[in-house]
């Protein structure tokens, strides 16, 4: 099920940014009545598109979905110290991956 990050909630609906409307329009090709997820302060809701015209796409909230995300696995990366350009780069794809803890290693 695709999944889309929503700006605001107004009235049972939700408003996307235009470039994910036109993803979903134009390379997504979704249909009337098809439903997604989308992501409002962190959390996760049911949502059906609904096509009122040709530019108006709707994002109709029908429930809240109770989800966990974090895995149950702690996974700690110990690596060895590098330059700071590739050490931030290091941490940006731990922490991106989803890693517990990272310990630096000076030998």
């Not at 999944?3 to 993803?23: H, M, S, T």
């Amino acid at each position: 099920m695709h999944r889309f990050v929503a700006n605001q909630l107004e009235d049972n609906y939700f408003i996307l940014a235009k470039d994910d409307v036109k993803k979903i329009k134009q390379v997504l090709r979704l249909r009337d009545q098809t439903q997604i997820i989308c992501i409002y302060n962190g959390e996760h809701y049911l949502t059906t598109l609904e096509v009122q015209a040709p530019q108006k796409y709707l994002f109709k909230l029908i429930k809240k979905l109770e989800q966990n995300h974090e895995s149950t696995i702690k996974v700690r990366l110990i690596a060895g110290l590098i330059r700071n350009a590739k050490w931030d780069y290091l941490l940006q794809k731990a922490t991106e991956l989803g890693i517990n803890e990272i310990i630096p290693l000076i030998l």
